[in-house]
């Protein structure tokens, strides 16, 4: 990233690696106590939609406590959560849409 100017933080960097984690979406291996080394990985775990209802652009976001809630809820209402889904409605970045929306 330093090669290619990208000014980003070494925290910024590690924090989205692990949100990429709980994701599945990249696995870290920890070699020894101070060596990590991510993989991506090709498994899609969970993700859920954002559905622009001007043009009807889907979106996808993948948010781990998404997964939390499903399995806290779960556990209090002592339910066997196998599967959920989840869209938000809404307008997307086009200018369009969102003008269109409040007309
Ligand atoms: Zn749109």
């Not at 949100?19 to 090709?42: I, P, R």
């Not at 652009?57 to 809630?69: A, G, K, M, S, T």
Request: net charge neutral.
């Amino acid at each position: 990233m330093k090669n290619k100017n990208y000014r980003v933080s070494r925290a910024t960097v590690y924090n989205t690696l692990d949100l990429l984690v709980e994701c599945d979406l990249v696995t870290k291996h920890q070699f020894g106590k101070n060596l990590a080394q991510y993989e991506k990985s090709y498994g899609f775990k969970q993700h859920d939609h954002l559905i622009c209802t001007e043009c009807n652009q889907v979106l996808e976001f993948c948010d781990p406590r998404i997964q939390n809630i499903q399995n806290t809820v779960g556990e209090i209402l002592n339910f066997k959560v196998l599967h959920h889904s989840l869209i938000l409605y809404g307008t997307c970045q086009k200018e369009n849409c969102e003008n269109r929306a409040l007309a």
